[in-house]
C-alpha cells in the first residue's frame, strides 16, 4: 500500500503550509486556510508576509522571521511557543490572535534544504482565558522558557562558532567504537578529510590505527585518565593516492563524562608543531657543523702553536700557559655546545672553567649565588677570567699549598639594568703581595665581562688573599632569574 502523503496533509485537522527557500507560499491545506480566514488563490504564490502583512517594527513579526531564518541558515528545526500575529477579517478589520508553531526543514534525496514545513496552532483561546493563577503562571513560564531558548540558541552558535574556528584542531569522539560527532577546521585540515562526522576512527583514519592510537582511546576510555602526546610523530594520508605525511603533533585524548559520570566520550585538542620540531632539526644540525669546525680550528690552532713554540729557545713555559688557555677556550666552547650556543648559567661555567683548570683542587671551590644565565660572549669571557684566575691561585694564591680555599658568590639586581656582581676570594693560603706587572692574564682580568667596556673589575692583593670583583650590566635578560641557590662541587 502506498500512500498518498499530500492527500494525508490535506485532510489533517492540523494547519500546515509549505514555504520555499524565498519564504513564498506554495502549498496549504485546508486546515490552514479556515484557521487564517484566506483562499488558496489569495496566498499561494505570495510571500509570508505578504499574505499576511505585520508591522515589521512588532514583536510577532520579529519572532516569526527569526524563527524561519534560523532554520535557513541551520537547516535545523525551530519552534515558536507563543506569539501574537494578527489576523485580517473578511471585512478587512485586524483581529488579534495567538499561535504556537513548529518550522520544519524539509530537505530533497540529496539532503538539501529546499522548502520549510509550518505548523500551526492557534492558542487564542488558551491565551484568553487565563481564568486563574495557573493558567497565567503557565503563559508566563511559557514566555520565560522562550526567552531562556532564544539565549541558548543564541549562546550554542556562538560556541559552535568559537569550535569551528579555534586556532588549535579539535574533535569530539563519541562511544565505544570512537565515532565523530563534532570536527571543526583545523582539524579537517590537518587529516585532509572533511567526511568524519559519523564514522568510527577505524574508517575515517584507519593509518592511525595502524599507528596504535586506537589502542590508546581504548585505555583512555576504560581508565578514565587523559594521554598525553608531546611531539608525537604521526603519519597521516593526507591526499589520497600519495604517502603518508609525517607530523609532529601535541594533543590531549580527555575522557568526556555524562551527567551520570560515565565516560560517553573522548575530545581531542592539540597543534601541529611540525615547523617547529622541523626548524629544531635544522639548527641542531648546524650548530653541530659550527661545532664541528670550531673544534677543528682549535685543534688546528694547537698544532700551529707547538710548531711555532718548538722553535723559539726556551719557549715551553710560554707554551704550556697559551696551551691552558686554550684548554679553557675549549671548555668554555664545550659548555656553549651543550646549550646549543644560548644562555648558560653562571654557576655551571664557573664550574667547568675552575675543573679544567684546577683539576682536582675543583674541590676546594664553594660557588654560591642565584641561577643567572649568561649570553654566549660572556660565558666566554667569565670562562677565561676564571681560568686566570684560578692559574694564578695555583702558583701564587690559595691553591699553591694544601689548605688554601676559594669561595666564589655572585648577585644580580632587580632593576631593568640587572647588575651583575661577582666576589673571588681566597683564604688560608700563603701570604699575597701585589703584582709587579700587568701582564696578558691580569689585563683579561681587567677587561670584565662587558664588551662595551662599561664592566668593572676590582683587584685587591690584601696579605690574607686575593679578592677580586667583577660588576657588569646584563641588561633585558634572554631568560627569567631563578630562586637562589649554592653549590658546592
Known sequence: MTL??????????????????????????????????????????????????????????????RSLQRVLATGEADEIAIIRYDIRRPDRTMETRYWSATHTPLPDQAGVLRYILQHTVDVTELHNLRRGRDEAGLMRRANAVQDRNRDLAAESRRLLDFFAHAPGFVALLDGPEHRFTMANNAYRELVGRSDLIGKPVSEALPEVMDQGFGDVLDQVRRSGKPFFGRRMRVLLQRSPGKSAAALFLNFIFQPVRDTNERISGIIIQGYDVTEEVEYEERQALLIGELNHRVKNTLAVVQGLAGQSFRAVPGAASAQAI???????????????????????????????????????????????????????????????????????????????????????????????????????????????????????????????????????????????????MIAARLGHPDAPAFANTSLHP
Not at 6 to 31: E, G, M
Not at 40 to 59: H, N
Open 4 to 65: 498518498d502523503f499530500q492527500a494525508l496533509f490535506s485532510r489533517s485537522p492540523n494547519p500546515y503550509v509549505v514555504l520555499d527557500l524565498d519564504l513564498t507560499i506554495v502549498w496549504a491545506n485546508d486546515a490552514y486556510l479556515r484557521v487564517t480566514a484566506r483562499s488558496r488563490d489569495e496566498i499561494l504564490g505570495c510571500k509570508m508576509f505578504e499574505a499576511f502583512p505585520a508591522d515589521p517594527a512588532s514583536e510577532g513579526f520579529r519572532l516569526l522571521e
Open 322 to 468: 697559551f696551551e691552558a688557555r686554550l684548554k679553557a677556550l675549549a671548555a668554555a666552547h664545550s659548555l656553549l655546545t651543550d646549550a646549543h650556543w644560548g644562555s648558560t648559567l653562571v654557576a655551571e661555567t664557573i664550574r667547568r672553567s675552575a675543573e679544567a683548570t684546577a683539576g682536582e683542587a675543583i674541590t676546594r671551590f664553594t660557588l654560591n649565588g642565584p641561577d643567572v644565565a649568561l649570553a654566549p660572549q660572556m660565558a666566554v669571557s667569565l670562562a677565561m677570567i676564571v681560568h686566570e684566575l684560578c692559574t694564578n691561585a695555583l702558583k701564587y694564591g690559595a691553591l699553591s699549598n694544601d689548605e688554601g680555599r676559594v669561595a666564589i658568590t655572585w648577585s644580580i639586581s632587580d632593576d631593568a639594568d640587572r647588575e651583575f656582581s661577582l666576589t673571588w676570594q681566597e683564604r688560608e693560603g700563603p701570604s699575597v703581595t701585589p703584582a709587579m706587572a700587568n701582564g696578558f692574564g691580569t689585563r683579561l682580568i681587567r677587561r670584565g665581562l662587558s664588551a662595551d667596556g662599561s664592566g668593572e673589575v676590582q683587584m685587591d692583593f690584601a696579605p690574607a688573599g686575593l679578592t677580586c
